[in-house]
């Protein structure tokens, strides 16, 4: 079993426990979830034993005690800033007539 963290996914949760996202039909089935299901913080999931599982992979995050959330608090932060001086990326001159035939 494990508990589900804010902003964690299915697919976060395979990767973290099973270590191959090609087990992640084998998880929602042990829990009678949709893998698009949006899991509950605290909620408990079962971890089944899966032939598609990579063990390396979940005993690297298991050893560094890192928890997979691609949710909630990971977004890019964005700007909306734009180009101070339009001259910089666009010449004008291009566009005198001595350039067009």
């Known amino acids: 079993m494990t508990q589900?963290?804010?902003?964690?996914?299915?697919?976060?949760?395979?990767?973290q426990e099973l270590g191959d996202l090609s087990a992640?039909?084998?998880l929602a089935d042990a829990n009678g979830l949709a893998i698009t299901?949006?899991?509950t913080p605290g909620q408990q999931l079962i971890i089944?034993?899966?032939l598609l599982g990579r063990s390396d992979v979940a005993a690297y995050f298991t050893a560094r005690a890192q928890r997979i959330n691609t949710g909630k608090g990971t977004e890019l932060e964005t700007t909306t800033e734009q180009p101070t001086s339009q001259a910089k990326y666009f010449n004008n001159s291009y566009f005198k007539?001595?350039?067009f035939a």
Do not use: K, R
């Open 24 to 26: 992640a039909y084998d």
């Open 97 to 99: 007539n001595t350039y």
């Open 48 to 50: 089944p034993s899966s």
């Open 37 to 39: 299901d949006v899991l």
């Open 4 to 15: 589900v963290s804010d902003g964690q996914s299915l697919l976060d949760i395979c990767l």
